[in-house]
């Protein structure tokens, strides 16, 4: 159960279609392969997402982070030694999907070596999730014949709107348009990505009280710290922290000073042992957790579905696992199918993700 290499391989996939929001835009999934090897031949996967515009991370920076950095701090340690590498691996403040993939890659390996899975080896709760859809900018129309699509294809009725344009008209027409073309039978609510002022949030959300939206995301920044008190105490839905709270420190920040309600757990940032640290605080907090997305490829997604349904307090919303519907292609050899609504876990050891070595040579940029 050593473990005796870690490899970063940066791979690029494009997008077919891009994903805009507040904060950036996605066209091409440039994230990077992890993969852990042990001294009993296994070899354990996960992915990381670099985000520049949220985390500034960046593929070569990730790269040159686990080769330079992190590898070094966990190679001659067991899979058991979780702790120790979360230890070692959190020294550094920064570096969220690179210190997350190599978590998440152990946790795979492990289950590998035991024969379980990693749902199983978190806590077992269920082997699904509902799954919900994010819908990138776009006009009023083309969003909802994307909703309709997904609807339809796929059995998805749960939808996160990106939110945050100026006028804020422009995004407010989109809901209402979602919700009339839609109808009752879908799930709304709206993730701003820090785009808008509190003032702004809270004209929006107003404009749209009548829509039966499930929840609000990062609207305003939470560094405008006395504006997003003020638009929390108002709102009568749940406001989801989501890149203004990646620790679980963050998150007692922002709870306790009634900046957010609720919790977006993100496995492609905080792996598998901050999220369970997140999950537990949540619960104790009585808080809402939604399996959040950072537009995740099928890996990712699949880390986020093993995690989510581990536990019966991250199983409860529907997860945020579709946006790898929107690449050209994947690196799998079994693609992931969402149908009725849900994505089921693996069956089998660890993730029971099979990288396909083709596509990987294929989409690999160090050949
Ligand atoms: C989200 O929930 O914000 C967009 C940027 C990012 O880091 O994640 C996505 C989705
Ligand atoms: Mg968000």
Redesign the pocket.
Known sequence: MKITQVEAIPFAIPYRKPLR?A??EVHVAEHVLVRVHTDDGIVGVAEAPP?PF?YGETQAGIVAAIDTIFAAQVVGLSLLDRETVHTRLARTVGNPTAKSAIDMAIWDALGRTLDVSVTELLGGYTDRMRVSH?LGFDEPAAMVAEAERMRDTHGITTF?VKVGRRPVSLDTAVVRALREGLGEGIDLYV?G?RGWTAAESAHAMKEMADLGLLFA??LCPADDVLGRRWLVSQLDVPFIA??SAVTPADVTREILGGSATAV?IKTARTGFTRSQRTHHLAEGLGLEVVM????DGQLGSLCTVAFGAAYELTSRRPG?LSNFLDMSDDLLTEPLCIADGELTVRPGAGLGAEIDPEKLQRYRLDR
């Not at 959040?292 to 537009?295: A, D, E, H, L, T």
């Open positions: 929001f904060s950036g985000r949220t994010m996160k993730d990505n995301e990062e989501d890149e977006s959040g997305n950072q537009i945020e």
